[in-house]
């Protein structure tokens, strides 16, 4: 003869197998009860879009740089610091805030190796910068400071003129983003979408420049300033993101 379990012995079985009762009772006693619903599946949509404008650079960067050599390091460095003070003094009088700023850039003192693998020696270099819209004033200061040479030339676009690019353009490139979801939208048969994630991004790139960076050797004892010519940078507004189509 079969004995129907009682419900207090259900309990001490699963207790003793370590199994949550809670649940596992809710099992054993409600057996018809419907599973829980599952979350509808969304289909997510990955998708970028961009826009673009070419504008002329007016923003020039231009180092200059001093090199040393000597027995000892605290020998170089003083050297370096001797060049930097003087071409401070001529210059820093002449700055005007977003026509000519000077700032000094890199310095590196470090030992100078000979055959045998021994130091024989230290060299080390300096740099200034001056940088602004004043290309004329910039290139006619660089030449006066004659114990620095021209190390590198950069063209850019100011901030104020990059921010007001950007500005131009980023509403083109939502424009576009939207226009490519709602196409992508319609092609994969669904009936709109919604904004999962966005990013916006900017970046500037050169497409031309007065002088590539080249070696001091070259540049060695301008007598007359360094020529320039401003090119154009492309700006550039990235959006990317993923949509739900519903």
Same mark, same amino acid.
């Given at each position: 003869m079969t004995t129907k379990p009682t419900p207090a012995l259900a309990l001490a079985c699963l207790l003793a197998i370590g199994l949550p009762w809670g649940s596992a009772l809710a099992q054993n006693l409600s057996p018809t009860s419907p599973p829980a619903a599952q979350a509808a599946p969304h289909q997510v949509l990955h998708l970028s879009a961009s826009a673009h404008t070419e504008v002329p650079q007016d923003w020039l960067v231009m180092t200059l740089a001093v090199q040393k050599e000597g027995l000892q390091a605290p020998a170089v460095q003083k050297q370096l610091n001797a060049v930097l003070s003087a071409a401070l003094a001529m210059a820093t009088p002449l700055a005007k805030p977003g026509a000519l700023d000077v700032s000094t850039g890199e310095m590196d003192v470090s030992p100078r190796y000979g055959r045998e693998g021994k130091i024989n020696g230290w060299s080390g270099s300096?740099?200034? /910068?001056?940088?602004? #819209?004043? @290309? *004329?004033?910039?290139?006619?200061?660089?030449? #006066?400071? !004659?114990?620095?040479? /021209? @190390?590198?030339?950069?063209? !850019?676009? &100011?901030?104020?003129?990059?921010? +007001?690019?950007?500005?131009?353009? $980023? +509403?083109?490139?939502? &424009? #576009?983003?939207? &226009?490519?979801? !709602?196409?992508?939208?319609?092609?994969? =048969?669904?009936?709109?979408?919604?904004?999962?994630? /966005? #990013? *916006?991004?900017?970046?500037?790139? !050169?497409? =031309?420049?007065?002088?590539?960076?080249?070696?001091?050797? $070259?540049?060695? @004892?301008?007598? +007359?300033?360094?020529?320039?010519?401003? =090119?154009?940078?492309? /700006?550039?507004?990235?959006?990317?993101?993923?949509? *739900?189509l519903r």
């Open positions: 300096a740099q200034l /910068v001056l940088q602004g #819209r004043d @290309a *004329v004033q910039i290139a006619t200061l660089a030449a #006066r400071l !004659q114990e620095l040479t /021209v @190390a590198q030339i950069d063209w !850019q676009l &100011s901030p104020e003129q990059k921010i +007001a690019a950007e500005s131009r353009i $980023q +509403a083109e490139a939502v &424009s #576009r983003f939207q &226009s490519k979801a !709602q196409a992508l939208t319609q092609q994969f =048969g669904f009936a709109a979408y919604t904004l999962r994630e /966005v #990013r *916006v991004n900017a970046q500037e790139a !050169q497409e =031309g420049s007065a002088m590539p960076r080249m070696a001091m050797a $070259q540049m060695a @004892a301008a007598p +007359a300033p360094t020529p320039t010519l401003a =090119g154009k940078s492309r /700006v550039v507004v990235n959006i990317s993101g993923s949509i *739900v």
